[in-house]
């Protein structure tokens, strides 16, 4: 079972992100359990979007003690309890301009392949919103769902800008595949 946290602030699309994430890897022909949690629900405040992807029905219902992904929309975040669910094999992408290499020497013992998605949703048209590059840069990570059926999931789901939305994300998924040829 593939189990990922998606953590960011209201406001910044974290669950939207999970709700598309989930959507893609059901169209993957996968057992998909998805949910959100949110303290105030108001612009700023943490939230979270947890999935679990299995081939077989997903039956557990706890919180997810350690995740095999995270997707982080705010490095700020990358603390404490949510550090507390990754292990040696986790593989964290988190939203930032800093590098690789400063996350290996804050964040020693963890897999941190940082993405600027706010550079990539600006050059993208997509102002702030950065989901589309930050579903790119995971799939790549994770080698999950396809980037064609995570695009197909943008095309029916995008509320609005679909090119650019569809362009951020692959421009993420390529963001990351560089660094993995690279590593």
């Known amino acids: 079972?593939?189990?990922?946290?998606?953590?960011?602030?209201?406001?910044?699309?974290?669950?939207?992100?999970?709700?598309?994430?989930?959507?893609?890897?059901?169209?993957?022909?996968?057992?998909?359990?998805?949910?959100?949690s949110y303290g105030g629900a108001r612009r700023g405040t943490p939230v979270s979007s947890t999935l679990r992807v299995d081939?077989?029905?997903?039956?557990?219902?706890c919180d997810i003690e350690r995740a095999d992904a995270i997707l982080c929309f705010d490095a700020s975040l990358l603390e404490g309890r949510l550090l507390a669910t990754a292990h040696a094999g986790t593989v964290i992408v988190v939203n930032s301009a800093r590098s690789?290499?400063?996350?290996?020497?804050?964040?020693?013992?963890?897999?941190?392949?940082p993405v600027d998605g706010l550079a990539i949703a600006r050059r993208n048209g997509l102002g702030r919103i950065v989901n589309s590059a930050l579903l790119g840069a995971l799939a790549r990570a994770?080698?999950?769902?396809?980037?064609?059926?995570?695009?197909?999931?943008?095309?029916?789901?995008?509320?609005?800008?679909?090119?650019?939305?569809?362009?951020?994300?692959?421009?993420?998924?390529?963001?990351?595949?560089?660094?993995?040829v690279q590593a």
Do not use: H
């Not at 081939?55 to 219902?61: A, G, I, L, Q």
């Not at 690789?100 to 020497?105: C, G, L, M, S, T």
């Open 1 to 36: 079972m593939l189990e990922i946290i998606i953590q960011g602030r209201g406001g910044q699309g974290a669950q939207t992100a999970g709700n598309l994430l989930a959507m893609a890897f059901f169209a993957q022909g996968r057992q998909v359990q998805c949910f959100a």
């Open 55 to 61: 081939d077989k029905p997903v039956r557990v219902r």
């Open 100 to 113: 690789a290499e400063e996350f290996a020497q804050s964040l020693p013992g963890y897999r941190v392949i």
């Open 142 to 180: 994770i080698a999950a769902p396809s980037l064609d059926v995570l695009e197909r999931t943008l095309v029916d789901e995008a509320p609005k800008l679909l090119g650019e939305n569809i362009a951020a994300c692959e421009e993420g998924y390529r963001w990351v595949d560089a660094q993995v």
